[in-house]
Each structure stands twice: as structure tokens, then as C-alpha cells.
């Protein structure tokens, strides 16, 4: 599994870094990246999901490999 | 307050300071978004008030023909008083408001909070001994402007000058335009003098970062910075107060809510999301500048458009149970900070300021309840919150 943050559409809710640190930070702005290549390991799956459902923007995209 | 003739139909003549609004305008809007979704009213010179969340998100996307030049909805056109990067619409707008986001990204906001945490305390030392407080005008009001001061780097005691000023631009000044711009120059005078002072001896705040601040490699003109630092004030203390107001409002006739919290305080952070979705305080406006349909509704350039978070943030399409606060919501993409490019740049300062507030509060008066014998008065206007919240403790 891997989460993606749509640039385009994040506007630095800033959700996502609060409910799953582990897998997304936030550049020098305050918007968001996933960590590293957005690998979601299986422990943290619950997660992904919970950012992506709390995003105002819809920005967050999980794809399941 | 006014002479303004009584609402018949809320879909074709709503008035957003009709008192039934300002006291309770949930029921209002579930009416709307079932009959009505994009309600009109030709008074304050014609105004649309979508109720649903895609409309109110299509519109706050829209820049092309919702522009922000305008974001007060008056009888009158009020005067023109640019507060950038709200007031701004792209291209200017990012390079402005890439100037503040770095001193309020969530790592800059917690740098504040152990000064925050201060200032709840002291509070609270005030009132805890007695029968019971105003929290809103004891505690609420009074906690950002503390902060916003600590950030900007002036004394908290000018807190009080900061609310003289709102109070004179945003209420008096509706009706008064000397009393506006008796606020308006006092806090451009105030705003220089401050960056003077940071000319010859800079500092660690915001002050100094904005006076130095460059947009593509050029300095920025200071009446455009002090306009900048007048929006931190009047968009950071009302607001705010009212969120801050709202949750003490509501865990006051919730004791369920008020003991879960107590018991488990790392809650308080999915809360604070819940609360401000159930009560999210800023209604934003915009100005139709271009024709253009949304949802099939036709909008007319020259009138305004009141962009309802609050409304969008108890759509049930979007929010299961909207009307019922559930205090452990996991899923929750609430608007309370708005959508799209004008986001709330204070939402990091907000949370941290709502969740701090409760967290010094709760184990110090677990238990209130609102005062029986006094009555709760809501703002006016398109911040809502409590302004007067008699409450007794134990």
C-alpha cells in the first residue's frame, strides 16, 4: 500500500501529519508530503486510511499495491 | 438592533442578523439544504447562502468568479480595506500568504504553547475559588489576544488596544466610518512603531520577521505589512474566543462529554475537531465577479456570496449524525478552517490555543454548568460564538 499527496490540492490542513506522523510531514509552508515513497507498512494501514478521511481537501490518495 | 423587516421565507429573504439566526441557525439551515440549497435574499444589496458542503467548496474553489476583494456583507458598500493575503485573489495571493505560513506551520505554533499554557493558568487562578465564571469573557476572550501578542512581540497588556481596534473597524465602524477609521489609524501608527523599533534592534517574533520580508527579492510596501498584521488581529482573536466559547458552551450542558474528556484528556485533540465542526465559528463571503452557475443555481455579478462553513459542516451527505456532536468522531473532514487557497493560516494556532484552554481547564473545573439565572448572548454577524456564558461550577 502507498498514500500520495495531491500538491495541487493541499492546502496545509495539516490533518494528516497530526493522525499519522509516520507517514506524511510538512514542508517549510506547513503542506504536506508523504514520507520517503509513501510505502505504508502493514501496521499502519488503519492510519492511511484515517488521514485520508479527515482531509477538508481530498488530497490524500491510498492506493492498494 | 434593527429595523429590518421580519423573515417570511428563509429560501428567497433570508437576513443572517434576523435574531432567530443568531441564536440558533442550525434548524435554518436543515431546512434549506432540504428545500432550498442555495438560498437568496435581496437584502444587503442581493446575497446567495449555499447550505450544502459541495456547493459551499465549489465556490470557496472558484477564484474566477468568487473573488475575495470583498468579504463583508453590508447594507452599504463599506470602504475599501485591503487585509492581505483574506482580502487578496491569485496571483497575488500566494506570494503573500507564503510569507506568514512558515511562522504558523505546527512546529512554529508549539514553540507557543508553553506561554500558552501560562496565560490559561493564570486565568484560571482567577476564578477558580468562586461560585462559577463568564468563560467567555473571563477566559475565552481573553486568551488570544495573549497569544497573538506573544507572537507578534508586544506586551499582552496591549491585548486591550487590539480589541478596541476590532471593536471600532469591525462593530462600530459598520454604522459609524469615523469610529472605523479612529481604528484603523491608531493601529497603523501602532504597527509602524513596532517596526521601527525592530529596524535598529530585530527580534525573534513576527514583527520583525514581516518587517523584513522580501517578494521576489524586493521588500514590501509597509502599509500592505501593517494591513497584514492588523488581519492577524482581527482574524485571530474573534474567532477564536468564539471556538474556544463554543466548547466550554457546549460541556456545560453535556456532562457526558465533559466527564469523558476529564477521564481521558488524550481525547481532547479529536474533540476539538468535533466541536469545531459542530460549532466551526467563521462564515466567509465572497463577491460574485464573474456570471457564472453553480448547481444549477444562476450567481449575478455585484452580489455577494455568504460562504457558510459552518453550514457545510452539518451537511449529512457529508457528516453521519451532522446534528449530533460525537465526541470521539474519527472521521471528520470538517470545514471549519475554510477549503482551498484562503484556508485559515491561524488553524494550527486555533487548535493548539482550543485544545490548551481545555486541557488547563478540565482538571482544575471538571464540573459546570450554565447558569440558570443568567442568560447566554451569541455575536452578531458571521463569527459566531458565545459572548456572555454565565457559568457555575461544581
Known amino acids: 500500500m502507498k498514500v500520495k499527496v495531491d500538491s495541487e490540492r493541499c492546502q496545509g490542513h495539516a490533518r494528516c501529519a497530526a493522525l499519522a506522523p509516520e507517514l506524511f510531514a510538512l514542508d517549510a509552508f506547513g503542506n504536506a508530503h508523504a514520507i520517503g515513497d509513501g510505502s505504508v507498512p502493514a501496521a499502519l494501514t488503519d492510519k492511511a486510511y484515517l488521514a485520508q478521511a479527515n482531509c477538508p481537501e481530498f488530497a490524500i490518495e491510498v492506493n492498494d499495491a | 438592533m434593527s429595523t429590518r423587516p421580519p423573515v417570511d421565507d428563509w429560501a428567497s429573504d433570508f437576513d443572517h442578523l434576523d435574531p432567530r439566526w443568531i441564536e440558533d441557525p442550525y434548524p435554518i439551515w436543515d431546512a434549506l439544504r432540504a428545500q432550498c440549497p442555495i438560498a437568496h435574499t435581496g437584502r444587503y444589496r442581493g446575497v446567495y447562502f449555499p447550505s450544502r458542503f459541495e456547493d459551499v467548496r465549489a465556490v470557496a474553489y472558484d477564484t474566477e468568479h468568487f473573488s475575495s476583494r470583498q468579504i463583508m456583507v453590508r447594507d452599504t458598500p463599506p470602504p475599501r480595506m485591503p487585509a492581505p493575503p483574506i482580502t487578496s485573489d491569485p496571483p497575488r495571493h500566494g506570494p503573500e500568504k507564503k510569507l506568514l505560513l512558515p511562522a504558523f506551520t505546527p512546529d512554529a505554533i508549539r514553540r507557543h504553547e508553553p506561554r500558552t499554557r501560562d496565560i490559561c493558568r493564570a486565568l484560571i487562578d482567577r476564578f477558580a475559588g468562586r461560585a ?10 481573553e486568551i488570544p489576544v495573549r497569544v497573538i501578542a506573544v507572537m507578534l512581540g508586544v506586551p499582552e497588556e496591549d491585548g486591550a488596544l487590539f480589541r478596541l481596534w476590532i471593536h471600532e473597524i469591525l462593530e462600530r465602524g459598520i454604522t459609524d466610518p469615523a469610529a472605523a477609521m479612529r481604528g484603523l489609524s491608531a493601529s497603523q501608527r501602532y504597527f509602524a512603531a513596532e517596526m521601527e523599533k525592530r529596524r535598529t534592534a530585530p527580534r525573534d517574533d513576527l514583527i520583525t520577521h514581516l518587517a523584513n520580508a522580501q517578494i521576489d527579492g524586493k521588500p514590501v510596501d ?14 485571530g482573536i474573534d474567532t477564536t474566543w468564539s471556538a474556544i466559547g463554543a466548547c466550554f458552551w457546549h460541556l456545560a450542558q ?34 460574485v465577479v464573474k456570471e457564472t452557475t453553480v448547481n444549477g443555481c444562476p450567481f449575478k455579478p455585484g452580489e455577494m456570496v455568504l460562504l457558510s462553513f459552518p453550514a457545510a459542516n452539518r451537511d449529512p451527505a457529508v457528516f453521519a449524525d451532522a446534528d449530533r456532536v460525537v465526541i470521539d ?26 485544545a490548551v484552554a481545555l486541557q488547563e481547564w478540565l482538571p482544575r473545573i471538571p464540573d459546570f454548568r450554565l447558569d440558570p439565572a443568567a442568560a447566554v448572548t451569541w455575536s452578531e454577524g458571521t463569527v459566531r460564538g458565545p459572548r456572555r456564558l454565565p457559568l457555575l461550577f461544581g
Open chain 2, 222 to 235: 509597509p502599509d500592505r505589512l501593517i494591513a497584514m498584521m492588523r488581519l492577524l488581529l482581527v482574524a
Open chain 2, 254 to 287: 453535556h456532562p457526558e462529554d465533559r466527564r469523558r474528556l476529564v477521564a481521558e484528556p488524550q481525547l481532547i485533540p479529536t474533540a476539538v475537531e468535533e466541536l469545531l465542526r459542530a460549532y466551526a465559528p467563521v462564515t466567509m463571503a465572497r463577491e
Open chain 2, 132 to 141: 462559577g465564571c463568564d468563560a467567555a469573557a473571563d477566559y475565552a476572550q
Open chain 2, 329 to 354: 468522531r474519527r472521521e471528520n473532514r470538517h470545514a471549519a478552517f475554510g477549503l482551498g487557497i484562503h484556508r485559515c493560516i491561524g488553524s494550527n494556532l486555533a487548535r493548539m490555543e482550543i
